[in-house]
């Protein structure tokens, strides 16, 4: 399973980013896939995480700016982030569970300038 995550960058406060990670090794059409985002020092948090029916659940502190999307035909994993702010800046990682085993995408640093 390799997982592969794009589409970090450096933005300004208020603006926009989609990241992208793009599955291969697993059936992912079945699979429930996450967001996450880590800050130096502190643990990986759930961003939010959709289902194989497309159903999504994001945390509080995104839920009305963040959207989480998946094309399956493209076996790619999306994560629409509007009106950015300084405390988004984190490394973003996209994660599945399959057939017993935690799979992480590499991360994406997101930077989000004042």
């Known amino acids: 399973v390799q997982l592969q995550a794009s589409g970090g960058g450096i933005v300004q406060a208020g603006g926009s980013l989609r990241l992208s990670c793009k599955a291969s090794?697993?059936?992912?059409?079945?699979?429930?896939m996450d967001w996450y985002r880590q800050t130096p020092g502190n643990q990986r948090d759930l961003v939010g995480t959709?289902?194989?029916?497309?159903?999504?659940t994001l945390t509080d502190p995104v839920k009305d700016r963040f959207t989480i999307t998946r094309d399956n035909v493209r076996r790619t994993l999306y994560l629409q982030m509007n009106d950015l702010k300084h405390e988004d800046t984190a490394v973003y990682y996209c994660?599945?569970?399959?057939?017993?085993?935690?799979?992480w995408g590499r991360g994406t640093q997101v930077t989000v300038s004042s």
């Open positions: 994660h599945t569970y399959h057939r017993g085993q935690d799979f």
């Open positions: 090794g697993l059936n992912f059409g079945i699979n429930t």
């Open positions: 959709i289902t194989s029916g497309h159903s999504t």
